[in-house]
């Protein structure tokens, strides 16, 4: 019986390796379905998904040239999660405004404007400006140490 590549068909277990399981088909030829085509889950051990002598249906991947059949099981199972639909990415609206910072208790509320982009921006880059200051000022202070600057004499 010639193989082909595609081809659904029924096998039976004949020996479980740690990488795979090897299936006699039809006609007496075996072929080898690895470890990561057993099933649509992740598998750490293949005893616990197949047992030799077991019947599968098992879909031909691939012939080589030297004679080697690679075959897979997970193929022939029906699909774990069904395809998500496409959505095409579109971005949210922005907002008309956002508040940059709350006002404090008891303090005058400020004229409420509008942010641009740019004013959002440059308030980002003022907090992230000022953590990376204070972080690298405290490694600094701490590698002060490990360095060996104080020497007496």
Known sequence: ME???????????STIT?????VTL???KSGLVHISEVANSYVNDVHDFLTEGQEVHVKV??????GKINLSI???????HPP????????????PSIPALLPRRGAPAAP????????????????FMSASDSKMSELN????GKRGGKRRK
Request: net charge positive; no cysteine.
């Open 112 to 127: 409420a404007e509008p942010l641009t982009p740019d004013a959002i921006f440059e308030d980002k880059l003022k907090q």
């Open 141 to 144: 202070r701490y590698m002060d």
């Open 26 to 28: 039809p006609g007496g």
């Open 74 to 80: 997970k193929q022939t199972l029906p699909a774990a």
């Open 3 to 13: 193989l082909a590549v595609g081809t659904i068909m029924d096998g039976k277990v």
């Open 84 to 95: 998500r639909e496409y959505r095409p990415y579109r971005p949210a609206p922005p907002h």
């Open 61 to 66: 991947l691939s012939v080589t040239p030297d």
């Open 18 to 22: 740690k990488f795979g399981a090897f």
